[in-house]
């Protein structure tokens, strides 16, 4: 079946810019997450959905980013006045939540990798 | 602050070596740990996933193991192939909301 995808899969834009990331996680899961991924860091907590809300929002960097999941399926990643730090690849993960059971396997896409410039 | 460490940063060995990769976290109170394979340029692929009532996971040539009370998990991969070369990396499962904490990763080189 098919994975998590992302578009665009790379996007440059221009310092002050705003920029919208696309996510549309496997059919049926639940759980949508957004992670940061810096050369040569390992990828960094942004946001959890669970269904349509915002579940932990506690890696959002500052008020320039924001996330929407309306229909509890596609996620959109929103940064407003683009900074050259925010320059990176930008993944999204979903997962089959049963935290009862204690799993939680997230599957990832492919990322955006996003260049201000 | 809840940190995951990857010994080494960068490994090279011959193909057909068994080799172990090293994971260590600072809170034993863990959820799960996931190991991730990442190919230059792209996103990350799931390899295994130990539940923290789980000891090991297999998975082929990898096997996975986990003990929460030294806070390390190592993955094992037998055999490497130069198909093998990536960049690993390990995460713990933090909280009750599941997202992951992040190593560094261990990038892998796996010489014919």
């Known amino acids: 079946g098919a994975g998590v995808s992302q578009t665009p899969s790379n996007k440059v834009t221009e310092k002050g810019k705003y920029v919208e990331l696309r996510c549309d996680p496997i059919?049926?899961?639940?759980?949508l997450y957004w992670y940061r991924q810096s050369l040569g860091q390992g990828p960094e907590f942004l946001i959890y959905f669970q269904g349509t809300g915002a579940a932990d929002d506690s890696g959002l960097p500052n008020d320039r980013f924001f996330a929407v999941r309306p229909e509890g399926s596609v996620s959109t990643l929103k940064i407003q006045r683009t900074e050259r730090g925010d320059s990176a690849v930008y993944l999204c993960?979903?997962?089959?939540?049963?935290?009862?059971?204690?799993?939680?396997?997230?599957?990832f896409g492919p990322g955006t990798r996003l260049t201000v410039l | 602050k809840q940190e995951v460490t990857q010994i080494p940063a960068a490994l090279s060995v011959p193909e057909g070596e068994n080799l172990v990769l090293n994971c260590s976290f600072t809170?034993?109170?863990?959820?799960?740990l996931q190991w991730f394979r990442q190919d230059p340029g792209k996103g990350l692929t799931s390899l295994l996933l130990i539940q923290s009532s789980q000891r090991e996971q297999t998975s082929g040539r990898l096997n996975a193991s986990l003990d929460k009370s030294s806070g390390r998990s190592t993955l094992y991969i037998a055999a490497s192939q130069p198909g093998d070369s990536a960049t690993y990396l390990c995460?713990?499962?933090?909280?009750?909301?599941?997202?992951?904490?992040f190593g560094k990763g261990t990038k892998l080189s796996v010489k014919p």
């Open positions: 059919s049926g899961h639940t759980a």
């Open positions: 809170d034993s109170a863990i959820y799960n």
């Open positions: 993960a979903s997962s089959l939540t049963r935290l009862e059971e204690g799993y939680n396997e997230q599957f």
């Open positions: 995460a713990r499962g933090g909280g009750s909301q599941g997202n992951l904490i």
